[in-house]
């Protein structure tokens, strides 16, 4: 595509791809917004569910999240990165090939997404529930698009990387080590799995997985799009480049460590808490110090606010994302976390990001791009300006519903009288205190999603009046020479070495277990700084030095990597090592050996049984965890309403962990024997006739839905191999245990005038929910609970024939 | 206050690592701009490269003019 002379050439940019990144991202943009609308629906109205087990809450949710991010911003970033990269490069992207079969990829990652989720095939771990061979889909088209970024990287016209190409290095190296680390998982059949990470691990991986998407995937792509998209809107150049570049290396190496702040006061190691809770904080500096330099590079342009709907929809974004850094680190804060988890507060913090910064960030490009990409004018202004008004109010309704419901619901959960007991013990009376703000959230939800059809039609008519364009650069038919130092002399230099070894000296400390005395850790300090000085004395080798590494593609992804490793690495390694010291098994032998083991054995977990399994791998299928956590934090409150808090051991053993992030219904990680079966089995086929204001959907299908027993018993080998101690003799009997367990509660239910197949999901349901909590101990019937007066049981006729002989397998 | 936090913990070093590998971090940053990055024309250059273009744009119906980066 380059046509040469003798002293420039023509480059033309590839605008095609662009174009189709910005419709699909309308598209995809619509769908999630509706999808918000629903599931914001099915809170305030449990029958928006429809009785479909398709559409309920669990399934759709996950849908809904990753159509927001991977489908409406992930398209939206491809489209800004593949449009600006091309001219920030000045080159045309190194293959049209590879750049389609990313589109196409991404889109076929989303549609086997949109499939799946409502089928119940999920992994269990937010913002990561894509089924294996999915997961597999997104790596290749991530590599594609990796191979295309960089080889264009290799080929460009411009000497120097802006900061923009900066962020988008760090993304694509970044959630490529995070997708792959978090799912790393062992297969049981084409549609399920378990992760090879259990308990406190995976619960650590998973939100380093889980934040850090968000700081990569959500916050560092359109961070270079501001820096790009934003100066060009302005008409103006970046206000401070050198803060730009204090921005990008400080965020990308903080942000990495902030992910247990996700896990305040859960079995998670303190340290590892407090690491993450430190690094939250101190994000607070670079976040805004990017938030600022987004704002200031208006200067001088501010009249154009009034004017243009871009800069508008910039100016929004840019300060949703200012408000949403403020407010991130201070519910890291462990005190206000304490009060913050677990509630609506933290779906609006989630929101004011999601809606306020990447949305309208979203927004904005495309207003500014569509009318570029079809050579012509927007086609309304008036209407881009009605469309911000109307997103802006649905996000404002969102958010602040979101927090007055939330902090109403940290204070109502931890009220204590003067007794000092729960002065409100029934948790669904908080429930029932949320919904005018869950009404208030949802009409907000339907604004933003009605405004989003503002933005289709002005784009449709705007590429209706234009036409596609063909964009063209000069550029010197010579490429820029590259600099004569090898990436082997940049990395040897003296600045370089120097970095290495005190990160390779840390590392070596902390491994070795010394405790650096304070001493110790200031005089390296000081002589870090003056070796820095001493070295920067001399500023033509600085300059030198600086521009080696900003003009290096191939060692500014090198060292943007280690960054992000190193955080990832001091968190997981010994939490790792550490669990891994926990014992699993503690044989008869192992006791006559050492007999101080007797003690220990008593609260090694023991694996769940076929049938708990079985019911585990429903909970996890029907997405439970979305609205019901397993972690008791160590507060009186809430040991007063769910029991003895909860322990790291409890959970070892559970592939994915299901500790969960957000308390729609109660906590279930002592559920187990506070109800009687019949009590499970009444609020899983209509959870009203147990608790009248819950507005948890319907599970009727639990009923006649069959378990094959035979795929469980697969299952358990599998579990073994991921140290699970299922034992030879535990495999063999599998089946007949099921059939045991499972029959000691339809024989419960049966005395109750209920009958139920031993085969059913709601059979293995009960019995997991049974479990739950009642770990190491010996598992004693479950006493008969009363049902609350307020809660007419009406049982239906029921009939006596086993459930339907074709199988399903539980979970997936 | 710390050591109480930690007293139970063989796993102190780790927090101390973050630390210093945090602030030595920061402490390179800051020298690798404000030390390496003082050219002031060089940083305007840098800072304005979203603006440095001169494209042209042509239509299916053939070239309809020049476009510049501070003029689209």
């Not at chain 1, 570029?372 to 109010?393: D, N, P, Q």
């Not at chain 1, 959870?687 to 599970?699: E, F, G, H, K, L």
Request: aromatic share 14%; net charge neutral; charged share 15%.
């Amino acid at each position: 595509m380059e046509a040469t002379n003798t002293q420039m050439k023509t480059v033309v940019y590839d605008d095609a791809i662009v174009r189709a990144f910005s419709t699909i991202t309308v598209v995809w943009g619509v769908v999630a917004f509706l999808l918000g609308v629903i599931v914001a629906a099915q809170l305030s109205f449990w029958q928006a569910n429809f009785g479909l087990e398709w559409l309920s809450f669990g399934r759709l949710r996950p849908l809904h999240t990753n159509a927001a991010i991977f489908a409406f911003v992930g398209n939206g970033m491809f489209a800004g990165i593949y449009y600006s990269t091309q001219r920030l490069l000045k080159v045309r992207m190194a293959s049209d090939l590879l750049s389609w079969a990313n589109f196409w990829g991404w889109q076929l990652v989303i549609v086997c997404a949109a499939i799946s989720y409502p089928l119940g095939l999920t992994q269990g771990k937010e913002y990561a529930e894509l089924i294996w061979p999915i997961d597999l889909l997104v790596v290749v088209v991530w590599v594609v698009f990796a191979v295309n970024f960089f080889w264009t990287l290799a080929i460009r016209n411009e000497k120097n990387l802006y900061v923009a190409i900066w962020f988008y290095i760090s993304t694509i190296v970044t959630i490529a080590v995070l997708y792959i680390v978090n799912n790393l998982q062992l297969p049981t059949s084409l549609t399920h799995s378990y992760p090879i990470f259990g308990g406190v691990q995976d619960a650590l991986v998973q939100w380093w997985y889980g934040h850090n998407a968000v700081a990569f995937f959500l916050t560092t792509p359109p961070l270079g799009l501001m820096y790009y998209f934003m100066v060009k809107a302005a008409e103006r150049p970046v206000y401070s480049y050198r803060l730009s570049v204090v921005h990008f290396w400080s965020l990308i190496f903080l942000y990495i460590w902030a992910g247990p702040h996700h896990l305040l006061y859960t079995a998670l190691p303190d340290w590892a808490q407090t690491l993450g809770m430190v690094f939250s904080i101190m994000l607070w500096a670079p976040s805004w110090g990017g938030m600022l330099n987004g704002l200031l590079t208006l200067r001088g342009s501010w009249d154009k606010l009034r004017t243009d709907p871009v800069i508008k929809f910039f100016v929004v974004a840019v300060t949703f994302y200012g408000m949403s850094t403020f407010e991130g680190p201070l519910l890291s804060i462990k005190s206000v976390s304490a009060l913050g988890h677990y509630t609506d507060w933290i779906i609006g913090h989630v929101h004011g990001g999601a809606l306020g910064w990447n949305s309208f960030m979203t927004f904005g490009i495309l207003y500014w791009l569509v009318p570029r990409l079809y050579g012509t004018k927007l086609y309304s202004t008036k209407l881009a300006e009605l469309h911000f008004w109307v997103g802006t109010i649905g996000i404002l309704m969102y958010v602040v519903s979101m927090w007055v419901s939330g902090v109403s619901q940290g204070l109502f959960w931890r009220a204590l009288d003067a007794e000092g007991f729960l002065k409100y013990p029934d948790f669904i009376e908080g429930l029932s205190n949320s919904t005018a703000m869950y009404h208030t959230r949802l009409l907000g939800g339907v604004l933003f999603f009605l405004g989003s059809f503002l933005l289709v039609y002005n784009l449709l008519m705007t590429a209706r009046q234009g036409k596609p364009v063909t964009v063209s650069v000069q550029v010197p038919a010579r490429r820029p020479a590259a600099d004569r130092e090898s990436a082997w002399q940049l990395l040897t230099s003296a600045p370089m070495m120097f970095m290495m070894g005190l990160i390779v000296l840390s590392i070596w400390f902390g491994a070795a277990g010394s405790m650096l005395s304070p001493v110790l850790l200031a005089l390296l300090i000081v002589i870090s700084v003056a070796m820095i000085i001493s070295y920067g004395l001399q500023q033509k080798r600085w300059g030198h030095w600086y521009g080696l590494i900003e003009r290096n593609a191939l060692v500014f992804t090198l060292l943007a990597l280690l960054a992000i490793l190193v955080g990832g690495a001091v968190e997981i390694i010994p939490t790792v090592m550490a669990s891994n010291k926990v014992p699993l098994q503690i044989t008869e032998q192992m006791i006559a050996a050492d007999p101080a083991l007797a003690e220990t054995a008593k609260w090694v977990q023991k694996p769940y049984s076929p049938l708990e399994l079985a019911g585990r791998d429903i909970y996890v299928r029907e997405g439970c965890y979305l609205c019901h956590s397993q972690m008791i934090r160590p507060f009186r409150h809430e040991v007063l309403r769910y029991g003895e808090y909860s322990r790291m051991e409890e959970s070892l053993l559970d592939h994915p962990f299901q500790w969960g992030s957000k308390r729609t219904g109660l906590d279930l990680a002592r559920v187990g024997g506070k109800y009687d079966n019949l009590w499970h089995y009444l609020h899983l086929m209509d959870p009203r006739q147990t608790s009248p204001a819950s507005n948890m959907p319907t599970y009727k299908h639990f009923k006649t839905a069959t378990v094959d027993a035979a795929v469980i018993t697969h299952r358990m080998a599998v579990q073994v191999k991921l140290g699970v101690p299922y034992t030879d003799e535990d495999l063999a009997l599998a089946g007949q245990r099921y059939a045991s367990q499972a029959e000691l509660i339809t024989d419960d239910l049966a005395a109750k005038s209920v009958t139920l197949a031993p085969n059913s999901e709601m059979t293995a349901v009960i019995a997991y929910l049974q479990r739950l909590g009642r770990g190491p101990q010996p598992l004693e019937p479950a006493p008969p609970a009363p049902i609350p007066a307020a809660a007419p049981v009406t049982i239906a006729p029921e009939t006596t024939e086993a459930a339907p002989a074709t199988p399903v397998a539980a979970g997936n | 206050m710390f050591q109480e936090f930690f007293s139970n913990s063989t796993l102190l070093a780790w927090p101390l690592v973050g630390l210093l590998l945090s602030v030595a971090f920061f402490v390179g940053v800051l020298a690798f701009v404000f030390l390496g990055l003082r050219d002031r024309t060089r940083i305007h250059e840098l800072a304005s490269m979203p603006l440095d273009s001169e494209e042209t744009v042509e239509s299916r119906d053939g070239i309809r003019g020049g476009q510049t980066g501070r003029a689209s």
